[in-house]
RNA sequence: GGUCCCUUCGUCUAGUGGCCUAGGACGCUGCCCUUUCACGGCGGAAACACGGGUUCGAGUCCCGCAGGGAUCACCA
């Protein structure tokens, strides 16, 4: 049987680094397995979910290169939740409950100060018709829970973490639907999972309690539970979690503000919190080919935002010109080829064509250096061997060799103290600019 | 607080009782290349949280302790 997946996002803000751990997972287990990778969009709280947000995923994932081969919208299957929903009314597992947020709240902190877990206590199950007739003409509207059925422990193994045992006796029933009569997500996910025959859910480990409440409702509704994989969280540098500094960082941040190569991101997340080394790739082909599950540790790992821009100029020193020539504004290959070694992000390289087209203001320690190197210039247009023969005369004129003879010429000609390969530069900068600034005028 | 999970170099990790004087990758660092910096190539330093057991022998098994993560929403 063929594999499919889903990654499955909520619409209510921007793609961050855990939400594209979770789709790049899913989507490199989908290739390798040549089976299916659908998005899903869970936009079931209507007032938070937006079209913008919806957009946005689209963008991100196409910029990762994270295809999907099909989608659909949550909002679009109402009616077929609606269906499930009255089948479960009348098998008796939704049950009405009438209390308020507060008084949930005020429930679990009493079990919680008496050592208790804050389970639901059921309350809800037990409502006489009177009582219930009581609330409603109080204008209470009941929201709805599932009734968990009574095994103690629900179990499976997780492709992951192995044998997986919740204990149900610390799990509430959850509530499907809200007082306002929309879905919450367990429902909708469950039933979507089985209408599309998803066959394993690869997800995060802070869904495992889910799963176990899920796994009795795929029973409810005659479906199966796919097989499971839960991963670890990610956490931040310090250990801290990934949520607030660097999970609130959107994707789309990395993209147009940083200015990152997608490569880099899917480098670092296809790899971190597994067993295969981290390595700059420049396409997914190799990741595709190592994915598997059993590589993944059970332990929370720590992201160094850091690595990723490693990464990101690993990977932009083995890009070919070919490669990025539509991002280059025009330049050519020459110049690529002469700056792609010393940049970190591919903005960069508007700082290296500023240094070769000026302004530069030139850096001169030894004004008599200066005019003895602009007195040895070599005639005739520059080429690829003028720099050598250029500081070879300058050599025999001053005697000045090695380090003392190429960073003054360097500082001098790009007001750097490093940079590309200036055998490569001194072309582009071109004779008419090195002279002005060899005079130490600004060129 | 209940439940579940984790704890080996700075970081991601290999390791399922002797093959471990603990291996790889990133980072760091040294050397080489380049008559400079960078790029690249080759080396190096660097870790079994702690305390008890079990065993001829423990990173590897058991117990404890400490630390960390997840979850316990009318979020997903």
Redesign the pocket.
């Known amino acids: 049987m063929s594999v499919k997946v889903r990654f499955?996002?909520?619409p209510?803000g921007r793609l961050h680094v855990g939400n594209i751990r979770a789709a790049l997972v899913n989507w490199l287990f989908a290739k390798q397995q040549e089976g299916v990778f659908i998005l899903r969009i869970?936009d079931?709280?209507r007032d938070?979910s937006t079209k913008e947000n919806e957009d946005a995923i689209h963008e991100d994932l196409k910029w990762l290169g994270l295809n999907w081969d099909e989608t659909f919208r949550q909002s679009d299957r109402f009616d077929r939740y609606n269906a499930v929903v009255a089948d479960l009314k009348a098998k008796g597992l939704l049950y009405p409950?009438?209390?308020?947020?507060e008084e949930?709240d005020m429930k679990?902190k009493i079990q919680?100060g008496r050592?208790?877990?804050?389970?639901?206590d059921r309350a809800g199950l037990s409502l006489t018709n009177e009582q219930i007739t009581a609330f409603k003409a109080e204008g209470r509207k009941p929201?709805w829970r599932f009734r968990l059925t009574t095994p103690a422990r629900v179990e499976w193994t997780d492709l992951i973490?192995g044998p997986?045992?919740?204990?149900m006796e610390?799990?509430?029933d959850p509530?499907l639907i809200?007082?306002?009569g929309s879905?919450?997500?367990?429902l909708p996910?469950v039933v979507d999972d089985v209408d599309y025959k998803i066959t394993h859910i690869v997800r995060g480990?802070?869904?495992?309690?889910?799963s176990a409440v899920q796994g009795q409702i795929f029973e409810a509704i005659g479906g199966k539970m796919p097989k499971m994989a839960h991963f670890?969280?990610l956490?931040g540098k310090g250990?801290?979690?990934?949520?607030k500094r660097l999970g609130s960082m959107s994707i789309g941040s990395y993209r147009d503000e940083i200015g990152l190569e997608p490569m880099s991101v899917i480098s670092l997340l296809g790899?971190?919190?597994?067993?295969l080394?981290?390595?700059a790739f420049l396409n997914p082909q190799e990741l595709i080919e190592t994915f598997d599950f059993s590589?993944f540790?059970?332990?929370?790992?720590?992201l160094?935002p850091q690595?990723i821009e490693?990464l990101n100029?690993?990977i932009l020193?083995q890009t070919s010109f070919n490669d990025v020539i539509d991002r280059l504004d025009g330049a050519d290959e020459n110049f690529w080829n002469a700056v792609r070694?010393?940049i970190k992000k591919l903005s960069d390289i508007k700082e290296w064509a500023r240094i070769i087209e000026g302004p530069v203001t030139p850096l001169i320690d030894n004004p008599e250096f200066a005019h003895a190197a602009l007195e040895a210039l070599p005639q005739g247009e520059f080429n690829a061997s003028t720099w050598?023969d250029w500081?070879?005369r300058v050599?025999e004129t001053t005697g000045i060799?090695?380090?003392e003879?190429?960073?003054p010429l360097?500082l001098i000609l790009t007001g750097q103290?490093?940079?590309?390969?200036?055998?490569t530069l001194l072309p582009l900068i071109g004779r008419e600019t090195a002279i002005k600034r060899l005079q130490g005028e600004e060129a």
Do not use: Q, W
């Open positions: 499955a996002p909520s209510t869970d079931t709280d938070r409950c009438f209390e308020t947020t949930l679990r919680m050592g208790m877990p804050p389970v639901y929201h973490r997986v045992s919740i204990d610390s799990v509430s509530i809200r007082a306002d879905f919450l997500y367990t996910s480990e802070d869904h495992v309690t889910n670890a969280m956490a250990g801290e979690a990934l949520s790899r971190l919190g597994t067993s080394p981290i390595t590589t540790s059970r332990g929370v790992a720590k160094d690595e490693h100029a690993k020193h070694p010393n050598k500081t070879n050599k060799k090695g380090k003879l190429f960073k360097r103290g490093f940079g590309p390969d200036l055998g």
